[in-house]
């Protein structure tokens, strides 16, 4: 499977990163100031979508041209669009993504939430994404155990950020809570076929911890999914693909949330 490798090579290209950016110059300084706290963007009964930006993916190949419609006019429509919050894919290889697209975008937009989607394994990578202008950092429990979880946790919400924790199962869910999260994403992609399955969110409905923000992540592409889901009690919705296949996105998101 493509991702089995992610790991090794995402802390190749970290160790090129702090090259680039010493922890010494950024562990003190953000470019922007952090916007308002991610959490406090969502509004009870709404369709709360964050928008995604990704131009390629494993499953996929090629989604959209970053020379044709740029991540920031991509994240000009969203925003015009509708979305609360925006996700920028900065992994390189194989989702075509750019720490470029995440200074861009964050320049023009500077109160949104941002989470940067990445794989973060190393604690400097929340040091760079706050300072690359993410307000928001992807902890995904598949890839950690307990201790780094509560450990990068931990560390996210000291620099100001929010995180979204990465669930697929109930053991994951559970791992979770323990931590205290505040915002969990259910991830409908199985990360060893990269299949969709709805009802990998459908099953976890009600298992979320009292006060936790719920947001289906993954497969979305009708409004009918979004009331099911939303009626099934999630906060939010995490969608990229579908906006971006057809190089349209804020139509893409328009006509999604309108119905």
Known sequence: MVLDNVQSETRDRVAQDQKRWPLEQIRSKSPVEIPDPFESAFSTGEINV???????????????????????????QYIQNGAMALSILTEPKHFDGSYDYLTAVREKNPTI???????????????????????????????????????????????????????????????????????????????????IDLNIAKNLSGQFPDGAISICESGISKRSELDEFRDLGFDGFLIGSSLMADGQPGKALNALIGG
């Open 50 to 76: 964050i928008a995604e930006i990704k131009y390629g993916s494993p499953s996929r190949g090629a989604i959209c041209d970053a020379n044709q419609i740029t991540p920031t006019e991509v994240a000009r």
């Open 113 to 195: 939430p941002i989470l940067m989607k990445d794989f973060f394994f190393e604690p400097y990578q929340f040091y760079l994404a706050r300072y690359l202008g993410a307000s928001i950092s992807l902890l995904m429990v598949r890839y950690l155990d307990e201790i780094q979880l509560k450990d990068f946790y931990d560390l996210t919400i000291d620099l100001g950020m929010s995180a979204l924790v990465e669930v697929h199962d109930l053991q994951e869910v559970e791992t979770a809570a323990k931590i205290g999260c505040s915002v969990m994403g259910v991830n409908n992609r199985n990360l060893e076929t990269l299949e």
